[in-house]
């Protein structure tokens, strides 16, 4: 028998069922899972390692989710058609596993550990995301490889005012709060999400609820690895540790590094600072050593020295924190750093702001532009268009570093999507005709520059006239817990975010969240602690959004004059043709003859269309265009029209876009005229008045007569004919008429 089949079926909780399978393909890797739930078929890989690279000093875990198009039943639409390097919505989805498998491992664990994530089989109201680290976590579960615990992953979602776990996507349409939730048995790991200004309540009544959820999922899991066997995990080699090195390194460099951390240096002199003190550090131990001057530790003694100061600092600012309630440059427990922030400080992109948070400055700026500039964002399920982009960069000289420039890598996509996201919660409905790209350039950086990405991102749109309905502001809250005792920081640095138990990143206005991200790597968070952490990033976000609201109050009334006008309006569906004219005629030469972009749509039985341009007046011309083409001339109208043609018995008048009507030569003036030479020329504006259609042709007649003061004295003439004599037989000169899709007839001099 080539493969035994191993596969275990859970109730999700409300009726639908997961099914967990191993032991049938993708055999020749450590651990190897399918995970189930109606036509959505996940496979999930695991390989590691048996020894870390030499050297190896920290732990190389990649994660990698990819969605087969097959799986949809599609062809990629690149060039090559296949699949390519994974997408911003891959990315993403790879990220929210990475940071919840991470912290499963072993601090000691160095093996390169690899997670493949493939969406096989789509199912379109199935979403997948939620679903791919209870695959992987469960490819662990059945493998050798050492994890502590196991891990799963789940949607909470509030559909119609209730609770769902894992929603459909149909009932993700209705859904105002939205979290993706990974934990272990007991405790919370990662929440990641977005919501419409709910409360910090209803946040931790999401959590409780998919917990419970999760802890079905670990134990259906546990199941599966008994099933298989698998309880025994693999040794492997552990780092080398040199106690009596350790003692030294604490001995030399405990208290300088007290004295260094209550000094308030700026990030720079800090890290010189530090890099002093492991220079005397090695000349001590080199002393210790019995070296002659001039001679170096080896490199593995530097290495170990190097791992055990950083780890001596980690537990000296932790300790100064819970104890003397004081922070590394100075600050209280809640303080927030010096705000500084402008808008309007470019004079050419459609809004600017810049905001500067301590040593953390983001220079942001919005652009407007048109329908035809909509993001295409395409996934296996579905291809749909995004008219809110947000660009988050990240280059090397806001931290001071040299390093090649290369595209966006995970990080900026991550931290990019975590403010569109939010700032997405206020910008204005489905209707609104711009498409808006909002790109932060990170100018300096020292913690949470996404968060001053989501304030810089509020005062640029407000700036470029968005009507956003309010401001988002974003804090990057910390956690240092030791024992029973803890202390929640606001605003935290670089430095802390590294050295604390918690990093969450909270945004949203003055009513609510609107967006979260958050990494624990403490066990035995409390629900307690958890709620007195929200509650003070509350209090930071309204600091921040008081000054945001003392710098730029609300939106611009309209777009700067440089930016893009927009004039909508809507037209009934028969007159799409012809505004759109024969192959596109009509609208190519509005836009070319006013300079504007015109977008049309049909939605709701209805024709929309929406013009760009950047001056106010083309954009009124091509708007009274289009309005002439689609207007229903009514008898007793007047118009200033032109003269399109001259003919011996009265001459054709454009007086709306595409239509013209007949202004017999009776009707030109009151007095008698034999022709029109020297009276009207092709080109000449003239001021008619719609009397009526001819009731055999339909054609529109027009008067120029009517406009006119009747002389004192004289006699209304009979008018003349307005065919052809008969003895001369049928015209050949006569212009034909065809139908228009306003009504009545037009001439074909129009083409």
């Known amino acids: ?394 280059p090397p000289y806001s931290t001071g570093e040299v390093k090649f420039l290369r595209g966006p890598g995970r990080r900026e996509v991550g931290h990019g999507n975590l403010a569109q996201r939010s700032l997405k919660q206020m910008m204005p409905g489905a209707d609104y005709p711009y498409t808006v790209r909002v790109v932060s350039d990170i100018l300096e950086s020292n913690g949470s520059s996404s968060m001053a990405t989501v304030c810089a991102g509020s005062l640029a749109l407000m700036d470029a006239g968005v009507p956003m309905k309010k401001h988002v502001a974003g804090v990057a809250m910390g956690l240092i817990s030791e024992g029973g005792d803890f202390a929640v920081l606001t605003d935290i640095l670089g430095d802390e975010d590294h050295l604390g138990d918690m990093d969450f990143k909270v945004t949203g206005t003055k009513d609510g969240i609107c967006g979260i991200q958050m990494d624990i790597k403490v066990d035995g968070l409390s629900m307690e602690v958890m709620r007195k952490a929200l509650d003070q990033a509350r209090r930071g976000r309204m600091h921040i959004l008081d000054a945001m609201y003392a710098c730029f109050p609300e939106a611009r009334n309209e777009v700067k004059p440089h930016a893009p006008r927009m004039v909508k309006l809507y037209i009934d569906r028969e007159f799409i043709g012809a505004v759109i004219g024969p192959g596109g005629k009509i609208i190519q030469e509005i836009q070319r003859e006013t300079g504007t972009t015109i977008n049309l749509e049909e939605k709701n039985d209805m024709g929309e269309v929406s013009i760009f341009g950047t001056e106010k007046e083309k954009v009124e011309r091509a708007h009274n265009w289009i309005k002439g083409i689609v207007a229903v001339p009514s008898v007793g109208d007047e118009y200033e029209a032109t003269v399109k043609s001259i003919m011996p018995y009265g001459a054709f008048i454009e007086f709306l876009p595409g239509k013209q009507g007949l202004l017999h030569i009776s009707e030109v003036s009151w007095k008698r005229l034999e022709t029109l030479e020297g009276v009207l020329n092709e080109g000449d504006k003239v001021k008619v008045k719609l009397t009526g259609t001819d009731p055999k042709t339909g054609k529109f007649k027009l008067s120029r007569k009517a406009l006119l003061p009747k002389p004192e004295g004289m006699r209304e003439e009979r008018p003349r004919e307005e065919s052809a004599p008969r003895n001369e037989g049928p015209r050949t000169d006569r212009p034909k008429l065809e139908r228009n899709p306003g009504g009545g007839q037009t001439s074909g001099q129009n083409e």
Not at 95 to 122: G, H, K, M
């Open 1 to 394: 028998m080539l493969s035994q089949k191993f596969s275990k079926s859970f109730d999700i909780g409300d009726g639908r069922e997961i099914t967990l399978e191993t032991g049938r393909i993708a055999r020749q890797a450590d651990g190897s899972v399918t995970v189930k739930i109606g036509n959505c078929i996940l496979l999930a890989t695991v390989v590691a390692t048996d020894e870390p690279k030499p050297g190896q000093e920290f732990f190389p875990l990649s994660v990698d989710y990819q969605e087969k198009f097959a799986s949809a039943g599609r062809i990629p639409g690149s060039f090559f058609k296949r699949e390519g390097r994974i997408n911003d919505s891959e990315i993403l989805v790879s990220r929210i596993v990475d940071r919840a498998l991470r912290p499963l491992f072993p601090e000691d664990y160095f093996c390169e550990v690899q997670v493949i994530i493939n969406l096989i089989s789509s199912d379109k109201e199935v979403m997948p995301d939620a679903m791919a680290c209870l695959a992987a976590s469960a490819a662990l579960a059945v493998s050798d490889v050492p994890i502590q615990e196991i891990i799963s992953e789940v949607r909470v979602s509030r559909v119609d005012g209730a609770f769902r776990i894992n929603p459909t996507r149909s009932e993700m349409e209705r859904s105002d709060l939205d979290f993706i939730i990974a934990a272990t048995e007991h405790n919370i790991m990662m929440v990641e999400g977005e919501a419409k200004e709910c409360s910090e309540e209803d946040l931790v009544q999401a959590l409780e609820i998919g917990h419970e959820a999760i802890r079905r999922q670990i134990k259906a899991q546990e199941e599966l690895r008994d099933l298989v066997g698998a309880g025994k995990k693999r040794d492997y080699p552990k780092p080398v540790v040199d106690e009596a090195l350790k003692q030294t390194v604490q001995n030399f460099a405990k208290e300088p590094l007290a004295q260094q951390s209550r000094a308030n240096y700026p990030k720079a002199q800090r890290k010189e600072e530090y890099k002093k003190l492991f220079d005397d550090l090695k000349l001590h131990l080199a002393k210790e050593a019995g070296l002659q001057e001039g001679e170096e530790l080896p490199e593995d003694k530097k290495k170990l020295a190097k791992n055990y100061m950083a780890d001596l600092q980690y537990h000296v600012v932790r300790e100064m924190m819970l104890k003397d309630k004081v922070r590394l440059d100075g600050r209280g427990l809640e303080d927030v750093r010096a705000l500084d922030m402008e808008v309007d400080i470019l004079p050419t992109p459609h809004g600017a702001a810049l905001f500067t948070r301590g040593e953390t400055q983001s220079l942001t700026t919005v652009t407007l532009g048109t329908p035809l500039d909509e993001l295409l964002v395409e996934s296996a399920a579905k291809s749909e268009y995004s008219k809110f982009i947000l660009h988050y960069n990240f």
